[in-house]
C-alpha cells in the first residue's frame, strides 16, 4: 500500500468505523466531531450523508494540524425516500424494523477526506434485501442486541443480519458504516 504522507484522523465515535479501518491495516487517531447532525430539508438520498460529512469536517478543519488528514462519515438507512436514524427507544427500534421486514432498502454512506489545503466528498449505497421478520424475531434482536447506536435500528454484522439480511448489493462494510473499498481508493489518490 502506499504510503499516504499524512496522519489520518478519523471523526468518528462509531466503534464499527474505527474496527474497519484498522482491520484494513490504517493506523489513525480518533477525534469525535461535536455537531449537530441536522441537514436541510430539501436535501435527498445520497445528499444527506455527504451534507453531514462535510458539517462534521468543517467543525474540526480548524484544529486540524498541516501534515493530518481528516475521514469523515455519515451513514443513513434510506427507505422509500424517507431516512431511517437511530431509534431513541425500544419502540422506535421495534417500528423500523417492521417496515424494513420484507423490504428493500438503501444503506447510503457520504464520506469526506480534508487535509488543511483540500477536501473531496463522496458517497457509497448498498441495497439490502431483508426477509419477512417475525414479531418474536424483532423482540428477540432489541432485547439482546439493543440496537439503539445504529441508523435504521440494526447492524448486519449481528445476528439479524445473519438471520434476516436475505442478500445484498453492493459493499458490506459500507452498510456497516464505512465503504472501506472506496476510501482506500480515495485515500490513495488524495
Known amino acids: 500500500m502506499k504510503t499516504l504522507g499524512y496522519k489520518l484522523v478519523l471523526a468518528s465515535a462509531s466503534p464499527r468505523r474505527a474496527q474497519i479501518l484498522k482491520e484494513a491495516g ?47 462519515a455519515d451513514t443513513i438507512v434510506y427507505l422509500n425516500g424517507k431516512v431511517l436514524n437511530k431509534p431513541s427507544n425500544r419502540d422506535e427500534a421495534s417500528l423500523m424494523l417492521q417496515k424494513l421486514s420484507g423490504h428493500k432498502h438503501e444503506v447510503i454512506t457520504g464520506v469526506t477526506l480534508a487535509s488543511a489545503t483540500k477536501s473531496i466528498s463522496f458517497f457509497d449505497m448498498t441495497e439490502v434485501y431483508f426477509d419477512k421478520l417475525s414479531p418474536l424475531q424483532i423482540d428477540h434482536y432489541i432485547d439482546h442486541y439493543k440496537p439503539y447506536d445504529k441508523a435504521g435500528a440494526y447492524g448486519i454484522q449481528e445476528w439479524i443480519g445473519m438471520v434476516g439480511v436475505q442478500k445484498i448489493h453492493g459493499s458490506f462494510y459500507n452498510v456497516m458504516g464505512l465503504p472501506i473499498h472506496r476510501l482506500n481508493e480515495e485515500l490513495q489518490k488524495f
Open 26 to 72: 490504517f493506523d489513525f487517531e480518533v477525534r469525535v466531531s461535536n455537531v449537530n447532525e441536522v441537514y436541510p430539508n430539501d436535501l435527498r438520498g445520497s445528499e444527506i450523508p455527504v451534507f453531514l460529512s462535510k458539517l462534521k469536517v468543517s467543525s474540526m478543519l480548524p484544529s486540524l494540524a498541516e501534515a493530518e488528514l481528516l475521514i469523515a
